[in-house]
């Protein structure tokens, strides 16, 4: 596990070779990540070099990885920014505390997963990038 300059943790996901059928990768909730899955969804069918996010979460923790594609993470904490290619099914990102993330599509077709410590809740949501700073200030204060 390496840690980003924004906080966020990339992880090696556990991946098993079959010989001649492909491979089998797995996380679990508590062990592999740092919190309880209680949601999981993906973003599919998007047309390259679209983008997607611009916001961050005030609680949610979540990991993302992209099983098929290749999507570019743009993560800023509030005082570093940083971008991550997401073009490997055994590489997963875990953004455990607010960072702000957009997310631009590479490829055609790509899919990225995520696994969230929570269910939907859009009072979590910071959608303005000021607000999102302010909301920082107070929690680098």
Not at 39 to 57: E, L, M, N, Q, T
Not at 64 to 74: D, E, N, T
Not at 90 to 116: F, H, Q, T, Y
Request: aromatic share 12%; net charge negative.
């Amino acid at each position: 596990m390496r840690t980003t300059n924004t906080g966020c943790k990339i992880i090696n996901i556990a991946t098993i070779a079959a010989d001649g059928a492909g491979q089998i990768s797995f996380f679990e909730a508590n062990i592999d990540i740092p919190f309880e899955i209680k949601r999981i969804y993906y973003i599919s069918r998007v047309p390259k070099d679209a983008k997607r996010g611009g916001h961050a979460h005030k609680e949610l923790k979540q990991l993302l990885f992209c099983p098929y594609g290749s999507v570019k993470m743009l993560l800023d904490d509030g005082k570093n920014r940083e971008e991550i290619i997401m073009d490997d099914p055994a590489v997963g990102l875990v953004i455990d505390k607010p960072v702000w993330r957009e997310m631009r599509w590479l490829e055609k077709n790509s899919v990225l997963c995520v696994a969230a410590s929570d269910y939907y809740t859009p009072e979590d949501y910071i959608r303005d990038y000021d607000e999102f700073i302010e909301y920082k200030n107070m929690e680098f204060e």
